[in-house]
């Protein structure tokens, strides 16, 4: 079995005040996989990946590169590990050079030839190609984005780091951007470890997920795993706007437990099956795939995902049934 890229042990680093560290974190990043670690604001999702660059030293714990630990800011004449990029929110471009000349920039002009090369090959990776003579002001800031993760893939990276790296971009380049991310790191058999406050972008391209609250791992596993077998509440929310149900509640959905109930709305189906049950729609919201519908059924509030449009109205009486529910 080949070794972790990447191991985590009990890493902590403490601010005062109200930024978010990390406490106790520990986790290992397979070869060749793309790992997205969320949280909410404040979780200590940014610091995390300082930590593992090597520009944030822990106050205890130790990250190790290939069974080598990483050192620190105090440690390196110029801080960051050699073999990882960083990507941050601002970019770090220079906005009155070129994509081609900001791209190349990171590169020997040794052997010119090399150089051009390895720069058309990343710019046409990431569909750039078009905008090599632009310059940088004259971007919007999800095309920034791209020479900024271009800029850092043009040299033999082995782990990239991604703080927030869709946050800019609209949805049409943000599916894109994730396609080309997982063709690179496919090609390159290269690591990617992005955080995110926005779920979708770790369940929808990422192998593993790490999830963060007040600076503690809460979870860690596959996308599938995470969100089909969340193990607390914070999860549940964080992964999928789950509905809680308190036990004594669970009776107005016939079912029975003396457990917290997890139910995700598109779990919640209408339905003529023997278990359904009568709610009332309170509220319809049109999500382009699907509707969003908060029903009421005995003052408890659900929310369902119904892909039937224009079926249901703001106060009809449905039928629904429960699919399928977690029990914590």
Known sequence: MEKPIIRIDKASKFYTGELGGIKDVSFQIDRGEITAVIGSSGSGK??????????????????????????????????????????????????????????????????????????????????????????????????????????????????????????????????QLRRDLKAIVKQRNINVILVSHDPLDGLSMSNQLVILD????????????????????????????ANIIEPEFAKFLNLVSENQLIIYPEWIQVSDSPNAFECRVVEINFQGRAEEVLIERNGLMLTMMHVDFGKIQIGDIIRIDIKKYIAL
Do not use: W
């Open 46 to 175: 940014s610091t995390l990946l300082k930590c593992i660059y090597g520009t944030l030293a822990l106050d205890s714990g130790i990250i190790y590169y290939d069974d080598l630990r990483v050192l620190g800011p105090d440690e390196r004449l110029i801080p960051g590990h050699p073999n990882m990029k960083m990507v941050s929110q601002d970019f770090n471009l220079n906005i009155y050079a070129t994509v081609y000349d900001n791209i190349g920039a990171m590169v020997s002009n040794r052997d010119l030839k090399y150089k051009g090369s390895a720069v058309t090959s990343v710019l046409e990776q990431l569909h750039i190609s078009h905008l090599k003579s632009k310059r940088i002001i004259e971007l919007s800031g999800g095309e920034q984005q791209r020479v900024a993760i271009a800029r850092a893939l043009v040299t033999n990276v082995d782990v990239l780091l991604l703080d927030e790296p869709f946050s800019q971009i609209d949805t049409l380049l943000k599916i």
């Open 214 to 241: 007040k600076g503690k791992v809460i979870q860690t596993g596959s996308p599938e795993e995470v969100y089909n077998n969340p193990r607390n509440i914070q999860v549940a929310k964080l992964l999928g706007q």
